[in-house]
Every structure is written in C-alpha cells, then in structure tokens.
C-alpha cells in the first residue's frame, strides 16, 4: 500500500503494531519520514516482545501486563472486557473504555513471538519517537524504557496516561505527533 501514496509517509504503531510499523520502515525506508510508536512494541531486530518479557521476568515478575488476563479461545486469545477496561482503559472516560473493550478482537497465537528483522542502513537511519505511556498496565513504562534503551535513539515523550492515549489522553498525544511530523517531513536520503 505504501507504494500507492504520493508524499513521505509517516508510520504511527501502537502497542504490537509497533512490530508492523518497523517492518515496514525497513521495506520501504526510502518513503518513511518518521516512526513513531505509541507506548509500542520498538524491539532489536528479531526479537518478540514475548522475548524481552521472558529476560525482564527474572527481575521484574509483573512485566506480563495484560497476560494473566487473557483467555484462551480458538485460534488465539482475547481479553475479556472487564480486563480491557483495567489494564489498557482505566483513564479512559468509562463511556469509550467500554465501547474500545467490546471491539476488541481475538488475538492469535503466537502474536507475541512476532518479530521484525530491520538493519542499521535502512530502519535504523530513521528518525524514531517513542510516546511513553507512564500509567500503562499493558506494556508497562519499565518494558518501554528497556526497549528505548535496546534500540537506542528516539525520540521521548513522556504522556501522562495508560496504554490508550487516543482514548485518554488524544490532545497531548495528536500535539506530540504533530511536533515530530513537523521537524522531520521528508525521508532521509
């Protein structure tokens, strides 16, 4: 899809899709102006957020998040919506936790062991912005800053809120974006 855009784009992931928006800026490096990930998963090439939670687990026990929440159904898991609403709404206005809880889909297996393979000449060029969530539940601001520090050199900003910013907090997370889309318009050739 990429392809068919005219202008620089400008990858935004949230959460897991953080692991799509890196794969992405190393296939069509060229294109990206700027990634920005939303309390997002940003991993070393090759490595599953299932991974680095496994190697943070021996010192940090709670970094599984929404984990222990998930149920098992076929094909993969869900979250029920009462742990939606606490782990990745809680500051959310109860209206719109409730309604983003019961549009959540049925994750499949295996979705925390995805990984992107990226390199220094192509993803790694790019300017990044990491928002950090400093309230999440989910990917708990600990994980977050382990993978700032992993894949050094983005951007940081700190957003006072839990793992959905677009719900709870979308003026100071539009603001952030906003301001990085401005200072880096155009790919880096």
Known sequence: MIETLDGPVQLVGHSGGGITATALAERHAERIAGVSYV?????????????????????????????????????GSRVPSDAACAVFFHDAPALAAL???????????????IVAHW?????????????????DRSVLPLVQQRMQQLVPGAERVALDCGHAPQLAAPEALLAALLDFFARHPNPVL
């Open 119 to 135: 390199t220094p000449e192509r993803f790694g060029r790019l300017p990044r912005l990491y928002l950090e969530a400093t309230r």
């Open 99 to 113: 309604s983003a809880a019961r549009r959540l889909t049925v994750q499949p297996d295996g979705g925390r062991d």
């Open 39 to 75: 309390a997002g998963m940003m991993l070393p090439s090759g490595m599953g957020f299932a991974e680095l939670c496994a190697k943070m687990s021996r010192d940090f026990p709670q970094v599984s998040g929404v984990g222990p929440y998930l149920e098992p159904v076929e094909g």
